[in-house]
């Protein structure tokens, strides 16, 4: 689950702003994986793969204009980790590569929006566990 | 578990060189002119990084060349719209297009081409509501559709939407943007006649915005010192000016300095200090002169011949209109027939400048 150094942007050791992105990333990678493999069905190789093009895009995501603190852009990040996964596996199941057992077609037929949800809550539960005072 | 290989997405990602980064691709791409830009070279737009590099440089060209920046942002929405290559990774291909599409609107609304602006604006809205926080952006869009109501005279509708927008952008902690908003705000005010609540709001920006957002600044000071001098402050309305003028580039703001020279000259003739007015009067003829507006040229050499014939120095009063008149008549600033033109044509070829006729000119050409 370590995000390579060749594929992730370089990042500037000195940049506040890249350092918090990827303290936050780090800090929701445990959960994104649990969505993509246990939930979304991806092998551990898949899952890897795409949690690094998640970062890249995180990184982007929170570059825009008007966009939260990467701390309260982690709903966001939810949103688009189950998103990407059920694009992933619609496209590997719909190529006849991997035939789809009922769990993953149940999550399939959700939107991701509502899958996120549950993981924001997990996500909230986890924090406190954590970080009670926050 | 089952031994499994890692299948990938059809079109991956496509970047450049880890060595080159977005913004350097970006600066070797806009180096190259529109036309004789190779496939290959545009292939990099195509990079999300490099795309949003390009957009950025493109925003700060806005106000000095918004004609370069539209044919830009229109040749780089086509590209990306019709690329077949997966950009990005997740929704990056949809905001890049908003991007653009609100650059092009902007350039647009620049360019005085009101209704392409509100199609690039159409286009621009609908890009980024497929992006996963369209908030924030719709904002932006927001924001310069309501510039392009100022721009129609539509304050009343300006006045009653900004709020929202202003409360959009300082919920996302968009300040800059806020800032600009809030600016609009005040000079739609104004232009209502509600000067009260135009100083009001001016003020509290005067106040407010930080020393990095020099131009909205000067823009800041310029309208203060108007409103200053409209009330018959002129001292403070000279000491605001300065001001501006002390954040104004003539090179690299040239219509801004020479709307600001304008307004110093005319703040230095209503306190009765003629040469300096027309001083300043001519710095701002020569800045338009240069920009190759004929129009704020002629206007502004009436006004200044006007202040001349004050001091008593007709001969270069002479000189102003004879310059003025053929620009005034061939664009028709005033309405055919107009009286005070002829009667003031005929009085200059006598040497003998009629300063009732003159007057008249210069309140026709204010009142347009």
């Not at chain 1, 890897?48 to 204009?65: A, G, I, Q, T």
């Not at chain 1, 709903?75 to 199941?93: D, G, M, P």
């Not at chain 2, 020279?261 to 009067?281: D, I, N, P, Q, W």
Request: aromatic share 8%.
């Amino acid at each position: 689950m370590e995000i390579s150094d060749e594929s992730a942007p370089k990042i500037d050791s000195e940049d506040p702003f890249e350092r918090d992105v990827r303290a936050v990333f780090h800090d929701t990678l445990a959960l994104i994986h649990i969505a993509l493999v246990t939930h979304y069905g991806m092998i551990d190789a898949e899952a890897n793969e795409l949690e690094k093009d998640l970062y890249l895009w995180f990184v982007r995501f929170c570059r825009r204009p008007g966009s939260k603190s990467p701390k309260e852009s982690r709903s966001f990040l939810l949103v688009a980790s189950c998103q990407f996964a059920r694009e992933y596996q619609k496209y590997i199941i719909g190529s006849g590569l991997r035939a789809p057992d009922t769990a993953t077609s149940r999550i399939l037929d959700r939107e991701p929006t509502d899958v996120a949800k549950d993981f924001s809550r997990s996500l909230d539960l986890l924090t406190f566990r954590h970080h009670p005072d926050a | 578990m089952p031994e499994a290989r890692v299948i990938q997405f059809p079109a991956p990602a496509w970047s450049v060189e880890p060595a080159r980064d977005a913004k350097t691709v970006a600066e070797e791409l806009l180096a190259e002119s529109l036309e004789e830009r190779s496939s290959e070279a545009w292939g990099a737009i195509c990079d999300a990084d490099v795309a949003v590099a390009v957009a950025d440089l493109l925003r700060l060209d806005l106000n000095s060349n918004p004609n370069r920046v539209l044919s830009e942002a229109e040749a780089a929405y086509e590209r990306i719209s019709t690329s077949e290559r997966r950009m990005g990774v997740f929704d990056e291909k949809d905001y890049l297009l908003g991007d653009y599409a609100l650059l092009a609107g902007i350039a647009n609304r620049l360019s005085g081409n009101f209704e392409s602006a509100e199609g690039w604006f159409d286009l621009a809205d609908a890009s980024f509501r497929q992006t996963i926080d369209p908030y924030p952006s719709s904002m932006r869009v927001a924001h310069a559709r309501l510039v392009v109501r100022y721009e129609l005279r539509r304050f009343s509708d300006v006045v009653s939407l900004i709020t929202g927008v202003i409360s959009g952008f300082e919920s996302r902690g968009m300040l800059e943007d806020a800032f600009k908003a809030r600016f609009l705000q005040a000079t739609s005010y104004k232009e209502l006649g509600n000067f009260n609540r135009s100083l009001e709001c001016l003020v509290a920006l005067q106040e407010s915005i930080p020393g990095s957002q020099v131009t909205l600044r000067s823009f800041v000071l310029t309208n203060l010192a108007e409103e200053y001098a409209r009330r018959a402050d002129h001292d403070r309305a000279l000491t605001t000016y300065e001001a501006a003028l002390a954040l104004t580039d003539p090179e690299q703001n040239a219509m801004a300095y020479a709307q600001l020279m304008g307004s110093v000259g005319e703040s230095y003739r209503l306190k009765g200090e003629y040469a300096l007015a027309v001083t300043c009067f001519r710095a701002a003829t020569n800045k338009y002169a240069a920009l190759g507006m004929a129009t704020r040229v002629a206007s502004l050499r009436v006004v200044t011949a006007e202040t001349l014939l004050t001091i008593g120095r007709d001969r270069e009063a002479e000189w102003e209109i004879l310059a003025a008149l053929p620009t005034i008549e061939d664009q028709r600033m005033v309405v055919e027939g107009f009286g005070a033109t002829a009667l003031l044509k005929e009085s200059v070829r006598r040497r003998r400048t009629d300063p009732a006729a003159l007057r008249e000119l210069s309140a026709a050409l204010r009142a347009k």
